[in-house]
């Protein structure tokens, strides 16, 4: 159980483009989802939380306009990176946490940006 | 404000021995604590948590932690490591933010190398 997907795993995509990542629990409802991103040999670090139907909080520093996020369902989120540029290629990871559990955070496999 | 710190950028040991990783936290409150490991490539496995009660906690694939309190530490440990453990394992603390859900804070990650 508590099983969270992420589509695409990998994604190659030219500079000035926008790229959507998807993020799914397929076996539970989510509260809330949040989203990581991590350089190469270094920790996870959160970009924003969503709650579905509302706004996502977004860390400081996160451009809000350039990482879209969409909580549109307890079993969806979306970010979205506008205008992608080389310095935003990364590992991007998502989390959520369940309905009633919401201490603990499953993690979907992750999603590996190059942009050139 | 919360924190996590984990001493050891890598820890080796030998397959058949115990393992330590260690982790050590500063929170305000009660600690929620928590250890994952990620494979390469991949998004992060949760293992096990502490929220409360025993200050042993067993979780998956035979590892185990030990809560104690007057030293701040969480050490994840195994009896006997296998090559398959081989991976980068991360400590985190909740960090309980306004609206109710739950942040996690991570460690830099220890990578743990066990050889044949």
Same mark, same amino acid.
């Given at each position: 159980?508590?099983?969270?997907?992420?589509?695409?795993?990998?994604?190659?995509?030219?500079?000035?483009?926008?790229?959507?990542?998807?993020?799914?629990?397929?076996?539970?409802?989510?509260?809330?989802?949040?989203?990581?991103?991590?350089?190469?040999?270094?920790?996870?670090?959160?970009?924003?939380?969503?709650?579905?139907?509302?706004?996502?909080?977004?860390?400081?520093?996160?451009?809000?306009?350039?990482?879209?996020?969409?909580?549109?369902?307890?079993?969806?989120?979306?970010?979205?990176?506008?205008?992608?540029?080389?310095?935003?290629?990364?590992?991007?990871?998502?989390?959520?946490?369940?309905?009633?559990?919401?201490?603990?955070?499953?993690?979907?496999?992750?999603?590996?940006?190059?942009?050139? | 404000?919360?924190?996590?710190?984990?001493?050891?950028?890598?820890?080796?040991?030998?397959?058949?021995?115990?393992?330590?990783? &260690?982790?050590?936290?500063? /929170? *305000?409150?009660?600690?929620?604590? !928590?250890?994952? =490991?990620?494979?390469?490539?991949? @998004?992060?496995?949760?293992?096990?948590?502490?929220?409360?009660?025993?200050?042993?906690?067993?979780?998956?694939?035979?590892?185990?932690?030990?809560?104690?309190?007057?030293?701040?530490?969480?050490?994840?440990? &195994?009896?006997?490591?296998? /090559? *398959?453990?081989?991976?980068?394992? !991360?400590?985190? =603390?909740?960090?309980?933010?306004? @609206?109710?859900?739950?942040?996690?804070?991570?460690?830099?990650?220890?990578?743990?190398?066990?050889?044949?």
């Amino acid at each position: 159980g508590a099983v969270v997907s992420q589509h695409p795993s990998w994604v190659i995509c030219k500079s000035g483009t926008s790229v959507k990542i998807e993020c799914r629990s397929l076996d539970f409802q989510a509260t809330t989802m949040f989203w990581y991103r991590q350089f190469p040999k270094q920790s996870l670090m959160l970009m924003a939380t969503s709650n579905e139907g509302s706004k996502a909080t977004y860390e400081q520093g996160v451009e809000k306009d350039k990482f879209l996020i969409n909580h549109a369902s307890l079993t969806l989120s979306t970010l979205t990176v506008t205008s992608a540029h080389p310095e935003d290629s990364s590992f991007y990871i998502c989390s959520a946490s369940q309905v009633g559990v919401r201490e603990t955070q499953y993690f979907g496999p992750g999603t590996r940006l190059l942009v050139l | 404000a919360q924190s996590v710190a984990q001493p050891e950028d890598q820890v080796n040991v030998a397959e058949g021995n115990p393992l330590t990783v &260690k982790c050590t936290y500063s /929170v *305000s409150g009660n600690p929620y604590l !928590f250890w994952y =490991v990620q494979y390469p490539n991949r @998004g992060l496995q949760f293992l096990l948590k502490y929220i409360t009660g025993d200050n042993l906690v067993k979780g998956s694939y035979g590892f185990e932690a030990e809560f104690n309190k007057s030293q701040t530490s969480f050490h994840l440990k &195994k009896p006997s490591a296998l /090559v *398959s453990d081989s991976a980068l394992y !991360f400590c985190a =603390v909740r960090d309980m933010v306004s @609206g109710g859900y739950n942040k996690l804070i991570f460690g830099a990650g220890t990578r743990l190398a066990v050889h044949p």
